[in-house]
């Protein structure tokens, strides 16, 4: 007998999918409108998305376990498609829709020229679309299909401007996209031709620790990596969020390197998770422990505002890589690692909205003369400076709950006798202190003597937008006990 809360989330699932199609079908086919569907949409994926996730945390453990995946059309794996929804996915749509929310309020500032919202609008809503796709697909080619439409459009998104520097970022990010999808690809077609399947739960009864799997393995996470810009195959981040408008910036790294990186954390704790040994988790933790200072490096050296955002990107997912090593001493573990990667996306898509207000202010954002127009802005400096008091993990912020469960974890790991667990301890606690670095030195120039300068004006959504996110992710920490339960809700996991 089916249960009224699991109808509802087998119905609530494929509902959310269809309205954010329609939306970008909608947008396009009438680009005219586009902006105000776009709105209106975002309100309605957004309550769509409050309603589905009351359902579900009402619906229980049990009930849940037994609704998580819905067939399309009703043909079952494995001929048929499958949405999988469960704790993590959820997490995911919550975060995104709220993120998407504040990108779209923004972007009705930023892009108000008529031509322009007719070829953004689209574009955002069906990156978006893919999104949502993404993080409830159930099988692993219909991953690479959710996985292209978001990358294709995000790359449309980063050339949007049509000036040098966009289209050189644009280009290289579809180069090393397209590398990342053929790789992903070619793991997809391997697992299918040893086992005849592509549904991940079939796939994960099926699975066994040969050459096949291990191959795979690589492949996969390596073309996820390169989309997820990982350290060290992050070339194309840099370049792609200095050049790209502020609200696709704010999507690239607030939600789009999330998807990947999302792919990577469902692979390794399902399908791949046999292959998971304390030598991997060595290795893929010190390349956090590198990321940490690399991009933490590149921080302090950059010139620009938003080239500094972008590096310290790369930096805080080093943070992500660390926790491998700390999942395979308490398995329980990656539930840190989503809430850690909750707070980043909402930190870092207010850092860079308020960049992005900052630079449209100032004509430029060269961080030596950007000193007087951040005197002349102290609201944006004010979300600028709390945004970055989260990604430094400050008391009180949702940072802080991150990275206090990740040390915590990391201490963990101390005490169960790893040596190395002490080069994690090192590097959680130090990587605050370089995240103090750079943020101090974007905020700083507002503290300096010298002159006050509003420069060109500004949309009210474009000055309010960055400090309610801002606000969003300092307060992130007071549902942390909300985000890691609904983690919870994931059957199979530890």
């Given at each position: 007998?089916?249960?009224p809360?699991?109808?509802?989330?087998?119905?609530?699932v494929?509902?959310?999918?269809?309205?954010?199609?329609?939306?970008?079908?909608?947008?396009?086919?009438?680009?005219?409108?586009?902006?105000?569907?776009?709105?209106?949409?975002?309100?309605?994926?957004?309550?769509?998305?409050?309603?589905?996730?009351?359902?579900?945390l009402?619906?229980?453990?049990?009930p849940?376990?037994?609704?998580?995946?819905?067939?399309?059309?009703?043909?079952?794996?494995?001929?048929?498609?499958?949405?999988h929804?469960?704790?993590?996915?959820?997490?995911?749509?919550?975060?995104?829709?709220?993120?998407?929310?504040?990108?779209?309020?923004?972007?009705?500032?930023?892009?108000?020229?008529?031509?322009?919202?007719?070829?953004?609008?689209?574009?955002?809503l069906?990156?978006?679309?893919g999104?949502?796709?993404?993080?409830?697909?159930?099988?692993?080619?219909?991953?690479?299909?959710?996985?292209?439409?978001?990358?294709?459009?995000?790359?449309?998104?980063?050339?949007?401007?049509?000036?040098?520097?966009?289209?050189?970022?644009?280009?290289r990010?579809?180069?090393?996209?397209?590398?990342?999808s053929?790789?992903?690809?070619m793991g997809?077609?391997?697992?299918?031709?040893?086992?005849?399947?592509l549904?991940?739960?079939?796939?994960?009864?099926?699975a066994?620790?040969?050459?096949?799997e291990?191959?795979?393995?690589?492949?996969?996470?390596?073309?996820?990596?390169?989309?997820?810009?990982?350290?060290?195959?992050?070339?194309?981040?840099?370049?792609?969020?200095?050049?790209?408008?502020?609200?696709?910036?704010a999507?690239?790294?607030?939600?789009?390197?999330?998807?990947?990186?999302?792919?990577?954390?469902?692979?390794?704790?399902?399908?791949?998770a046999?292959l998971?040994?304390?030598a991997?988790?060595?290795?893929?933790?010190?390349?956090?422990?590198?990321?940490?200072?690399?991009?933490?490096?590149?921080?302090?050296?950059?010139?620009r505002?938003?080239s500094?955002?972008a590096?310290?990107?790369?930096?805080?997912?080093?943070?992500l890589?660390?926790?491998?090593?700390?999942?395979?001493?308490?398995?329980?573990?990656?539930?840190?690692v989503?809430?850690?990667a909750v707070?980043?996306?909402?930190?870092?898509?207010?850092?860079?909205?308020a960049?992005?207000?900052?630079?449209?202010?100032?004509?430029?954002?060269?961080?030596?003369?950007?000193?007087?127009?951040?005197?002349?802005?102290?609201?944006?400096?004010?979300?600028?400076?709390?945004?970055?008091?989260?990604?430094?993990?400050?008391?009180?912020?949702?940072?802080?709950?991150?990275?206090?469960?990740?040390?915590?974890?990391?201490?963990?790991?101390?005490?169960?006798?790893?040596?190395?667990?002490?080069?994690w301890?090192?590097?959680?606690?130090?990587?605050?202190?370089?995240?103090?670095?750079y943020?101090?030195?974007?905020?700083?120039?507002?503290?300096?003597?010298?002159?006050?300068?509003?420069?060109?004006?500004?949309?009210?959504?474009?000055?309010?937008?960055?400090?309610?996110?801002?606000?969003?992710?300092?307060?992130?920490?007071?549902?942390?006990?909300l985000?890691?339960?609904?983690?919870?809700?994931?059957?199979?996991?530890?």
């Open positions: 007998m089916t249960l809360g699991e109808a509802w989330l087998t119905s609530g494929a509902g959310l999918i269809a309205l954010s199609l329609l939306l970008a079908v909608l947008a396009t086919v009438w680009p005219r409108q586009a902006h105000r569907i776009g709105i209106a949409g975002a309100l309605a994926v957004n309550a769509w998305v409050l309603v589905l996730g009351a359902v579900f009402n619906a229980g453990p049990e849940m376990a037994a609704a998580t995946r819905v067939a399309l059309g009703s043909w079952e794996a494995p001929l048929g498609l499958m949405l929804l469960d704790g993590l996915a959820m997490t995911l749509l919550a975060l995104t829709a709220v993120v998407a929310l504040a990108t779209s309020l923004y972007s009705l500032g930023y892009v108000h020229d008529r031509i322009e919202r007719r070829q953004f609008w689209p574009l955002w069906w990156l978006w679309a999104l949502n796709m993404l993080f409830v697909s159930g099988d692993a080619f219909n991953l690479y299909i959710t996985l292209e439409v978001v990358s294709l459009t995000a790359v449309a998104l980063v050339a949007f401007t049509g000036t040098a520097a966009a289209v050189s970022g644009a280009m990010y579809l180069l090393v996209n397209l590398l990342g053929l790789s992903f690809l997809v077609v391997l697992l299918f031709g040893e086992h005849g399947v549904d991940l739960v079939l796939l994960e009864a099926r066994q620790v040969g050459p096949t291990r191959m795979a393995a690589v492949l996969m996470t390596a073309g996820l990596m390169l989309k997820a810009a990982l350290f060290p195959v992050h070339v194309w981040l840099a370049p792609a969020h200095g050049s790209a408008p502020a609200p696709v910036s999507v690239l790294s607030g939600l789009v390197v999330t998807g990947s990186f999302y792919l990577i954390l469902r692979l390794w704790m399902g399908v791949f046999p998971a040994t304390p991997f988790g060595v290795l893929i933790g010190l390349l956090g422990v590198a990321a940490l200072v690399w991009g933490s490096a590149q921080a302090l050296r950059a010139g505002l938003k500094i955002v590096y310290s990107t790369v930096a805080q997912f080093g943070y890589l660390i926790a491998f090593p700390l999942m395979l001493v308490e398995p329980t573990a990656w539930r840190v989503v809430f850690f707070v980043h996306a909402l930190a870092k898509a207010a850092v860079f909205l960049a992005g207000t900052l630079q449209h202010a100032a004509g430029h954002d060269r961080l030596v003369d950007l000193g007087d127009i951040l005197r002349g802005r102290l609201r944006t400096v004010f979300a600028l400076g709390l945004a970055g008091v989260s990604l430094m993990g400050l008391p009180f912020t949702g940072g802080f709950v991150a990275k206090y469960l990740l040390l915590e974890a990391g201490l963990g790991t101390v005490l169960a006798g790893s040596a190395i667990g002490v080069l301890v090192i590097a959680i606690a130090g990587g605050g202190l370089l995240a103090a670095a943020v101090l030195r974007m905020v700083a120039p507002a503290f300096h003597q010298g002159r006050i300068r509003r420069g060109e004006a500004v949309s009210a959504w474009m000055d309010w937008v960055p400090l309610g996110l801002a606000l969003v992710a300092a307060a992130a920490g007071l549902s942390g006990t985000v890691l339960y609904t983690l919870s809700l994931t059957p199979g996991a530890p």
